[in-house]
T-cell receptor
Framework: GQSLEQPSEVTAVEGAIVQINCTYQTSGFYGLSWYQQHDGGAPTFLSYNALDGLEETGRFSSFLSRSDSYGYLLLQELQMKDSASYFCAVRDDQAGTALIFGKGTTLSVSS | DAGVTQSPTHLIKTRGQQVTLRCSPISGHKSVSWYQQVLGQGPQFIFQYYEKEERGRGNFPDRFSARQFPNYSSELNVNALLLGDSALYLC?????????????FGPGTRLTVT
């Protein structure tokens, strides 16, 4: 089957850097995605890695190592508005292009 | 441009009843997926439709069904509701050929079963 593991909670202060790790098991790999979800809101796409290495988008970066079945999301210059849940996701091999999500990491940013 | 829309926003039903949730994808998006999100968990895949055909189904009982209309909107039906069906139901759409990495989610329908 397919599964993803990520820490349940992470805390940090404004201006800091935080890394959210994700390890995955999947029979066929098509890339690792990251989504952000604020309380009561819709998940929104943050980044996608299909190949090994680092992808940078503003304050957020995402890394992938396919040989280690591992990736991480790096958030820099943290702001209070970054407090949210972050999910890693892979494609569901049995279901077209649908996604399998991890359980999510709740990030709390304090001042 | 309008994003993915879902209706209703909130819904309260009693055990044994049936419910229909609706979703309109972003204009031009032909693929619609449904997810169930229980509090404290990640979204769990229920169905995917593309060009009005079912392309995938998650591990959900037959009480769950869905369909996609010619205008690419979609409905999710749940029969014989159980307390455990209480969750946020999310609809997501994506562009054809975009692959799976970017799905656009609607605000969800919060279903409470009492």
């Amino acid at each position: 089957g397919q599964s993803l593991e990520q820490p349940s909670e992470v805390t940090a202060v404004e201006g800091a850097i935080v890394q959210i790790n994700c390890t995955y098991q999947t029979s066929g790999f098509y890339g690792l995605s990251w989504y952000q979800q604020h309380d009561g809101g819709a998940p929104t796409f943050l980044s996608y890695n299909a190949l090994d290495g680092l992808e940078e988008t503003g304050r957020f970066s995402s890394f992938l190592s396919r040989s280690d079945s591992y990736g991480y999301l790096l958030l820099q210059e943290l702001q209070m508005k970054d407090s949210a849940s972050y999910f890693c996701a892979v494609r569901d091999d049995q279901a077209g292009t649908a996604l399998i999500f991890g359980k999510g990491t709740t990030l709390s940013v304090s001042s | 441009d309008a994003g993915v829309t879902q209706s209703p926003t909130h819904l309260i039903k009693t055990r044994g009843q049936q419910v229909t949730l609706r979703c309109s994808p972003i204009s031009g998006h032909k693929s619609v997926s449904w997810y169930q999100q229980v509090l404290g968990q990640g979204p769990q895949f229920i169905f995917q439709y593309y060009e009005k055909e079912e392309r995938g189904r998650g591990n959900f009982p037959d009480r769950f069904s869905a369909r996609q209309f010619p205008n690419y909107s979609s409905e999710l039906n749940v029969n014989a509701l159980l307390l455990g069906d209480s969750a946020l139901y999310l609809c997501a759409s994506s562009l054809p050929g975009q692959g799976t990495y970017e799905q656009y989610f609607g605000p969800g329908t919060r279903l409470t079963v009492t």
